[in-house]
């Protein structure tokens, strides 16, 4: 038994998934009779239940393995399925450093596990020496970092989260959701160095493609073996896989996309540090700003009334909201509303 496998847990080890029409016969070409599909067009067949053509085309983009590639309905899926793989509801635990993206905590809950909550340092960084008198014990199983994170839009240090993937016995996933507005280094090609890493990524950040809900978890085959067992067969609909694919196809326009928003942000980021109702806007990795404002639930109330609509953070970090950058002329109305509030 590998060690990975002793992070599983008992049900998952023993499973056998369940086997669809398109497991067991898997050429495009024939007559098919075998999935109690109408066979009358389009869209009448069942998706691919193993995106193969999606997995191939995101291996090329990214530079790593199909067999290292495991695709989820949105980043979301994955997260819950990493509890329902490692921990078991009711005895487990685990460890995130907040504030962060909320939805872990959501799917701790639903999988009744319990939370350990760092608070990140001053800097928004990981505290290593409050984390780590935890990494020995044997009932946490999990540890999500995000990186860069949300809603702080910092990079955690590197050197940290490769110490707490080396120290912790536990499964290390990094969610990168807005890692191609860092341009800071992967962790998605490192996944053969470490047996107890999982790094997320998904379409729906700089690819442009929320509403098709394509998540991507980059691993061992040794861990995406238990994702693909979990899974329920037809997790990415056609409709969405094709429209990854088109995506990835685009790839100057995407990129150059990228590269508006980075140059909007910080052009953002400079003129809402020059506006009196600010206090104070923190540096960004992602394709959102932390903002301290003067009053942030009034200044909140307010944008929406005038039809902008920002995320009002104040209730975890006091008087912080959280600002997507949005076009050009989207982020000057933005500009222009907050500079006609007096406070
Ligand atoms: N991770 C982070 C850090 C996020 O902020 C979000 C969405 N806001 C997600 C994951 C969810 O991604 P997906 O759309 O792929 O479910």
Not at 84 to 106: D, L, S
Request: aromatic share 8%.
């Amino acid at each position: 038994m590998k060690r990975t496998d002793k992070l599983v847990r008992p049900n998952v080890l023993k499973l056998v998934p369940y086997s669809c029409a398109r497991d067991e016969y898997e050429g495009s070409d024939g007559i098919f009779l075998d999935a109690n599909e109408s066979p009358y067009g389009p869209l009448n067949r069942y998706p691919d239940p193993r995106q193969h053509l999606l997995r191939e085309a995101i291996s090329r983009h990214r530079g790593i393995p199909v067999r290292n590639i495991f695709l989820g309905n949105g980043s979301d899926e994955i997260i819950d399925l990493c509890f329902r793989i490692f921990c078991n509801p009711g005895k487990e635990r685990a460890m995130v450093f907040t504030p962060t993206y909320g939805m872990y905590g959501v799917a701790a809950s639903v999988n009744d596990i319990e939370v350990i909550r760092i608070p990140l340092d001053e800097t928004f960084n990981i505290d290593l020496q409050a984390a780590r008198p935890w990494l020995q014990d044997e009932t946490l199983k999990l540890i999500f970092i995000c990186s860069p994170n949300n809603p702080t839009g910092n990079c955690m240090d590197q050197e940290t989260i490769e110490t707490i993937i080396r120290e912790f016995n536990g499964i290390v996933v990094i969610d990168e959701a807005y890692g191609d507005f860092s341009g800071k280094p992967s962790f998605a090609g490192r996944t053969g160095e470490f047996d107890n890493l999982i790094v997320m990524q998904t379409f729906s950040k700089a690819m442009g493609l929320a509403a098709a809900r394509v998540g991507m978890a980059f691993g061992g085959t040794d861990l995406l073996k238990y994702f693909f067992a979990m899974k329920p067969p037809y997790n990415i609909s056609t409709i969405n896989q094709e429209a990854a694919l088109r995506r990835l196809k685009e790839t100057g326009e995407l990129t150059r996309r990228v590269q508006t928003i980075i140059t909007e942000r910080n052009r953002l980021a400079s003129r809402l540090a020059a506006l009196p109702v600010v206090e104070k806007v923190w540096p960004s990795d992602s394709n959102f700003l932390l903002v301290r404002v003067k009053d942030a639930d009034y200044i909140y109330n307010t944008l929406a009334e005038r039809k902008i609509i920002v995320r009002n953070r104040s209730r975890e970090i006091p008087g912080c909201i959280r600002i997507t950058t949005g076009t050009p002329e989207e982020n000057e109305k933005l500009l222009s509303e907050l500079e006609k509030i007096e406070l």
